[in-house]
């Protein structure tokens, strides 16, 4: 069974308080969990931020929107039961507890006031996405276009331009120090197949070869294979090949194959990677998502 969303989750977490006895949020996932038939990849899959589970995220939203409407009420730390309006609702057996159903509790029609909705011919939709999945999805769009105009940059710009953009990438992931002393770049008339040498720590304890290599189409696994042979030539035990276009299924299996270890960055990862460490891109807008911490409140 896939993910339910969270107005999906709502009727079943209130069924749970209907016991009417007090009840915890983890609690409340884990039966929940198994009565959606939940697997452990479902269970654990997580937002994009990375920070929460998806389930987890969406049966606590839906014990926010029980408690907005006045179907439940925070007993004490963490715990939580149901109300005599709560109780009510489950005697009316409703087939679903919804937005559009909670919004006939005053309450719920409050706390909708600071909620956005999308309108589709002036009516109002179902919200079936949580704020941090409607936020996590908004960042995702916003991402992908930044990605797509960065990658058109880096098929615009002149070659030793793009060297330099692998250089100062790689020095802000931590490898070689500075820019002063990040690269060590090789005659190319006698490189065998190798552009620079960067340190993999300050220290120059050791070292990583790179190759960044302009290519019409995917580069393939002969362009691998010399560069295999050229970290051999070296002693070399790592290298990096950069690409602004892709890798071809046979090159990368090569790379995975080969004694070397052998890391592939084409186009799209590139771009990932620039925006991550913020090379040739500006933070503009952040937003800061706090939630309550419990432990402040604890009495001693």
Do not use: C
């Amino acid at each position: 069974m896939s993910i339910p969303l969270f107005s999906q989750v709502t009727l079943p977490l209130l069924k749970i308080l209907g016991d009417n006895k007090e009840h915890s949020l983890r609690e409340i996932i884990e039966k929940l969990s198994i009565e959606f038939e939940l697997d452990e990849e479902e269970k654990q899959r997580l937002l994009p931020s990375g920070k929460q589970a998806i389930f987890d995220n969406r049966v606590g939203w839906a014990r926010t929107y029980l408690k907005k409407a006045g179907l439940l009420i925070y007993t004490g730390r963490g715990y939580f039961s149901i109300t005599e309006r709560g109780l009510q609702v489950l005697r009316e057996n409703p087939t679903i507890v919804d937005v559009k159903y909670l919004k006939q509790f005053p309450e719920f029609q409050k706390f909708q006031h600071f909620q956005r909705e999308k309108t589709r011919e002036g009516e109002q939709e179902e919200i079936e996405k949580t704020p941090e999945e409607s936020l996590a999805e908004a960042y995702q769009n916003l991402n992908d276009e930044l990605a797509n105009d960065l990658f058109q940059q880096l098929k615009s710009i002149s070659w030793k331009k793009f060297e330099r953009i692998v250089t100062d990438l790689l020095v802000s992931m931590g490898y070689g120090g500075t820019q002063f002393d990040a690269a060590e770049v090789i005659n190319k008339s006698g490189d065998e197949g190798i552009d620079a040498i960067i340190r993999q720590d300050r220290l120059g304890l050791d070292v990583i070869y790179v190759q960044a290599k302009d290519w019409d189409g995917n580069v393939g696994r002969p362009e691998i294979h010399r560069f295999a042979g050229a970290l051999q030539g070296k002693h070399a035990r790592k290298g990096i090949f950069f690409t602004r276009s892709g890798f071809t299924k046979e090159a990368k299996d090569f790379a995975g194959a080969t004694d070397n270890k052998i890391v592939l960055i084409d186009g799209e990862t590139l771009v990932q990677y620039m925006i991550e460490k913020n090379v040739g891109v500006d933070p503009y807008l952040k937003y800061e998502v706090k939630k309550i911490d419990m432990d402040y409140f604890t009495e001693e």
